[in-house]
């Protein structure tokens, strides 16, 4: 069974900076492209930033420049130090990851870490 925990969530000021992680365990062959999403009170849930196997990245144009996404694929973990964080960052961030097991392929998601920007 494979499993996502995210940690490294809080309360931040404006201005501020926060690393979150995300450590994927299991039975697990390989893990392709991870991510991190994240969703607003009352909004749908967001791509924040991607980022393949062979380090392609890719970002939201809200967090170019402030966010970077890194992934250690020894340890199978995502990575994402966000910098200059703003209120409007605030939001629960989800971490995906898009894993292949000895029987299948699919789609896994953490739990959730609430990040809160303080103005």
């Known amino acids: 069974q494979v499993q996502l925990v995210e940690s490294g969530g809080g309360l931040v000021q404006a201005g501020g900076s926060l690393t979150l992680s995300c450590a994927a365990s299991?039975?697990?062959?390989?893990?392709?492209?991870m991510a991190w999403y994240r969703q607003a009170p009352g909004k749908q849930r967001d791509l924040v930033a991607t980022i393949e196997r062979g380090a392609h990245t890719n970002y939201a144009d809200s967090v170019k420049g402030r966010f970077t996404i890194s992934r250690d694929n020894a340890k199978n973990t995502v990575y994402l130090q966000m910098n200059s964080l703003k209120p409007e960052d605030t939001a629960v961030y989800f971490c995906y990851a898009d894993i292949r097991t000895w029987t299948m392929r699919a789609d896994y998601w953490g739990q959730g870490t609430q990040v809160t920007v303080s103005s």
């Open positions: 299991g039975t697990i062959s390989s893990i392709n492209a």
